[in-house]
């Protein structure tokens, strides 16, 4: 067999396999969607309830300050649950969201108002290095709440016992609008950067996260022509960045 040949097979092996591969994936996509629908339409009746029953209570005018901190609470977690149902079934139905033009900076301050007081339950301090003079980017609102809501979690959650989470926001020099989500938490080992961004995969325990956070998020940065990545150390701390293209 001369080189040429046996260059050729090669070629047609790998090929036959990245095909394989692919086939293998989209399956796997295939049924995380099917999967989804089912848990979104099972979790949306008692998120339903929950919120019918909180709201209704909120409007008591005898409530005391605690009673009504802890509902406010749970009216917040529902929410942010909801967020993550309706990502969960946009990407299992591959809809396109509603994109319109979009102020990423008040985005951001709408979502850590939301977050304070997990903030300060968890003593963690936010630091904000932002420039108020950004131009708007296409994207949903909802959708891009989400995608904060999930690295800024994700942030909290590295930092058991308290620091610091650093938010920036800037312009590049080629006109995208880039946001830092950055913690002082425990970091992400090297061998697990790799696989952080792929369904299922989690290094939490059993009960503490599904896997499904960073895929969703992911997708959900590419459906407004953005783009994620990461940078981390163990026992310093981790720094997701996002690029979106500016109007």
């Keep these: 067999m001369n080189s040429s040949l046996a260059e050729n097979l090669t070629d047609v092996c790998r090929i036959d396999e990245e095909f394989l591969e692919q086939l293998a994936w989209n399956e796997k996509m295939a ?3 099917q999967l989804a629908v089912g848990m979104v339409h099972e979790l949306n009746t008692p998120l339903s309830v929950i919120v019918s029953a909180t709201q209704l209570i909120l409007r008591e005018e005898d409530l005391s300050s605690s009673v009504k901190e802890m509902l406010e609470r749970i009216d917040m977690e529902v929410q942010r649950l909801s967020l993550f149902t309706r990502g969960l079934l946009s990407f299992a139905r591959k809809e396109e969201g509603t994109a319109g033009e979009v102020d990423v900076i008040q985005v951001l301050q709408e979502v850590m108002h939301f977050l304070k007081y997990e903030a300060q339950k968890r003593s963690i301090k936010v630091v904000e290095d932002i420039d108020f003079r950004l131009p708007p980017i296409a994207a949903d609102v909802n959708r891009l709440k989400q995608i904060f809501i999930n690295l800024i979690m994700n942030a909290f959650q590295a930092m058991n016992g308290g620091g610091s989470l650093l938010l920036r ?4 020099e080629d006109r995208s609008i880039s946001v ?6 425990t970091g992400i080992p090297k ?5 952080i961004y792929e369904p299922f995969y989690t290094t939490k325990k059993t009960g503490k996260g599904t896997g499904l956070g960073l895929f969703i998020t992911k997708k959900l940065v590419e459906s ?3 783009t994620i990545s990461v940078e981390s150390t163990e026992g310093e701390g981790t720094c997701f960045t996002l690029s979106f293209p500016a109007m």
Excluded: N, R, V, W
């Design 180 to 185: 830092q989500i950055a913690d002082t938490g």
């Design 169 to 172: 926001a800037y312009s590049s």
């Design 191 to 195: 061998q697990t950067l790799a696989h």
């Design 31 to 33: 049924e995380l969607g």
């Design 224 to 226: 407004f022509s953005g």
